[in-house]
């Protein structure tokens, strides 16, 4: 999955219990959880704004817990089978398994570790049996995405669908059905995140094209990717107000609407076909300020009704 990357350097004796946490956190990124998590919560306040629906603590630690479990497996097997191409790309080469951080197998563990605490965190939710049916199909498409690259161009939007499933996946955990208005939250996301995705990959066309891996920047070049991310910007925008009609949010909301739509036209003016330098910033800056301020204005929205 895409992100940046810290410069770490390859230790010279075995690393200790914490610091091996610590490079785990930093292998699946783990501040970048703020990307998804806010939708579902958004999604989840909604649901127990319902006047029918009962507010359980266990569902409110479930979501958190698939949320974190799902992502890290993810992200891992992500970086499992990346490896090689990581270990080539000088942008990637200092990431934990090429570098000898991690061994491929602690990281392997790490993987279905995660994974089986996902699907066996969904019991959370119990009587409640979607979340449980719905496990283990979510967790392979999440897996799948690491593939993307092999065969599609598309592969940004494997991510962005794998994130918009956060807001749809906690209004069933809640309310253990599928509804408009978190599938109209999950278009947000699926636009929003192809979009930065997008952006992202920039950094890496050339390499990707002498792999024979596929991107937009890849197959059509920096500057038409960067057209493509914003026309799919531009469909954010559309879906976010769609979102606040349809999902009957007030005045609050739809200020915070307006705001990351400047903010998306703007993360627009951090980067140029011929400079990319500030993709960091428009990736992680700019839309971690997105996912959050939407969160929040939308819960004091439906919190004031």
């Known amino acids: 999955m895409s992100s940046s990357d810290p410069m770490v350097s390859v230790p010279s004796s075995p690393i200790g219990f914490w610091s091996r946490v610590r490079h785990l956190l930093e292998l699946i990124r783990f501040s970048h959880t703020v990307f998804a998590l806010p939708f579902a919560f958004l999604s989840a306040v909604m649901a127990w704004s319902r006047p029918d629906t009962e507010f359980r603590w266990q569902d409110l630690l479930g ?181 606040w009609h349809f999902a009957g949010l007030g005045s609050v909301f739809l200020v915070g609407a307006c705001c990351v739509a400047l903010l998306l036209i703007y993360e627009h003016t951090l980067v140029r076909a011929d400079d990319l330098t500030r993709v960091n910033v428009a990736f992680f800056n700019v839309n971690a300020v997105v996912s959050l301020g939407l969160f929040i204005v939308g819960s004091i929205d439906i919190l004031m009704r």
């Open 63 to 243: 979501i958190l817990l698939c949320m974190v479990f799902a992502r890290s497996a993810a992200m891992a097997f992500n970086r499992v089978v990346d490896h090689q191409f990581d270990g080539e790309n000088p942008r990637t080469a200092k990431r934990h398994i090429p570098a000898g951080i991690l061994s491929k197998g602690f990281v392997v563990g790490f993987t279905l570790a995660t994974s089986l605490a996902f699907v066996a965190t969904t019991l959370i939710f119990l009587p409640k049996r979607l979340p449980i049916i719905l496990s283990l199909p979510v967790l392979l498409f999440l897996l799948g995405y690491s593939y993307a690259k092999r065969f599609t161009q598309w592969c940004h939007y494997w991510l962005s669908a794998a994130l918009m499933l956060s807001p749809i996946a906690a209004w069933i955990a809640v309310r253990d059905e599928i509804a408009l208005e978190p599938a109209l939250l999950a278009a947000v996301i699926f636009f929003w995140v192809g979009g930065f995705d997008i952006i992202y990959a920039c950094q890496d066309a050339d390499f990707d094209r002498e792999q024979k891996l596929f991107s937009v920047p890849a197959r059509w070049g920096v500057k038409t990717a960067l057209r493509v991310a914003f026309i799919s910007h531009m469909l954010t925008i559309a879906a976010l107000f769609a979102f």
